[in-house]
């Protein structure tokens, strides 16, 4: 009875209309309605605890790394080194779109910021080469993806904050998945492109490749400094995160001075509102996240389960698969925090390891940002390409396809994730 409330109030709530994070708030209150616990008291307390979370501050200054890497050159400079290297083969530009993803990814952790950038630089170059636009901006929009998975990553520090896990082992985890996902795309676009026609660029000379690498040197230091810190302990995910912000806004004005200082006001209540949207969606599900805890519903789905928890990966395909059904329908965040106070009991009671269910989970709720009909970066990518939706929706299929059965031979083989991850994590 506990779980149909829960699951009625949430989804009844989302169905007529009422945004997530009041929808997790009213599915609350239902809550504590049927447990004879309504205090309202008890409710501000809860959603002012949720945000109260020193490792949550790196949130916004992610953020800001991202909005000041866009804004200030260092993404531009990003593919054209990518382009550079990579531009001159057969499909060339497709395969820029993917390390430039990668690299990107390695730099903001947002698959919207990273989504944006790579729509609005590369979709007009690749539509002008000759490639089928809604093809480009599929693969734009899967290439976007990875954001989440290569750190930093908002989306761990968010679900480690809500497992109450170690986010720098996440972080460290999550690079070798997050390269076999980019793998997973150069194979696809291969495969789509290697009969087409399509004059690929020329290639650049020695001296053009230098010079790409060498203005783009500043840029790919971030990623460098912040997993060295992390990996040694110098400095928290949360630093990191500041770290972030503070050498990509000093490298944007100072180094490549494409920064102004007029700009400085747009970019900060751009971050702003943005991480103000996450924040009030994590306080929003404490409350949801207190309440699951004092109705026992994890106990409930443990023994609910009980007949996979002896078949671990029989357990993590079903949990996958659920997480794909959720993912079609909801934002990556809300789905975190809603499913992860949930599933943690039930992965620990099969003896999973949390690191790597941490890792393939954020995978699925990042695939899930490109599956319709919600998919948050679909809609970034036809927005920023002005593309009809259903034209990206059509072309982001065979690269969800093949992202999600990357995901899956990862379930089938756990150490292609746990291997890398205590390589890295020592």
Known sequence: MTIAIFLGALLGAMAIGVPIAYSLLLCGVALMWH?????AQILAQNVINGADSFPLLAVPFFMLAGEAMNQG??????VNLALAVVGHVRGGLGYVAIVAACILSALSGSA???AAALSALLIPMMVAAGHDKARSGGLIAASGVIGPIIPPSIGFVIFGVAANLSISKLFLAGIFPGILIGASLWFTWWWLVRKEKVLP??????GEMWKALRESVWALMLPLIILVGLRFGIFTPTEAAVVAAVYAIFVATVVYRELKPSQFYGMFVAAAKTSAIVMFLVAAAMVSAWLITVADLPSKLVALLQPLIDKPMLLMLVIMVLVMAVGTAMDMT????ILTPVLMPVI??????????????IINNSIGLITPPVGTVLNVVAGVARMKMDDVTRGVMPFAIAEFAMMFLMVLFPQLVIWP??????
């Open 334 to 337: 809300p789905t975190i925090l």
């Open 73 to 78: 050159g260092l993404s531009r400079r990003i």
């Open 421 to 426: 991850a205590r390589l890295l994590g020592g």
């Open 35 to 39: 447990l004879d616990l309504f205090d």
């Open 348 to 361: 620990k009671a099969a003896g999973i390891d949390p690191i790597y269910f941490g890792v393939l989970f």
């Open 201 to 206: 660029p020329p290639r650049k000379t020695a």
């Open 112 to 114: 919207v910021a990273d």
